[in-house]
């Protein structure tokens, strides 16, 4: 069964940053695509970033290009987000998923999702 645990949410003032993590078990990590979401109430859940293991690139949405940067330690099946420079747009719970292919940055392909790790940037 595959769990995604995200952490390192919190709060934090405009131009600040943080590091998210996602500790991926159940799954086979170093394959497929992981990738970050955020959504925030009563609208659509948003792709942010994406790895795939299989062609060794990156997706990003255009809102996030040259602030946030996703990572891996396949050491340790662990996800990262790195943001910076955040703005009050950037409020959001964040959520780290998985999937078996090729990446995109469309919600509706995923079925993996961890609990999310609620992000506040105050201006």
């Known amino acids: 069964r595959v769990q995604l645990m995200e952490s390192g949410g919190g709060s934090v003032q405009a131009g600040g940053s943080l590091r998210l993590s996602c500790i991926v078990s159940g799954y086979t990590y170093n394959s497929g695509c992981m990738a970050w979401f955020r959504q925030l109430p009563a609208k659509e859940r948003e792709g942010v970033a994406a790895?795939?293991?299989?062609?060794?690139?990156?997706l990003y949405a255009d809102s996030v290009k040259g602030r946030f940067s996703i990572s891996q330690d396949t050491a340790n099946n662990i996800e990262y987000l790195q943001m910076t420079s955040l703005d009050h747009e950037d409020t959001a719970m964040y959520y780290c998923?998985?999937?078996?292919?090729?990446?995109?940055?469309?919600?509706?392909?995923?079925?993996?999702w961890g609990q999310g790790t609620q992000v506040t940037v105050s201006s």
């Open positions: 790895f795939d293991f299989g062609a060794g690139s990156t």
């Open positions: 998923a998985a999937l078996s292919g090729s990446c995109y940055l469309t919600a509706s392909w995923y079925v993996n």
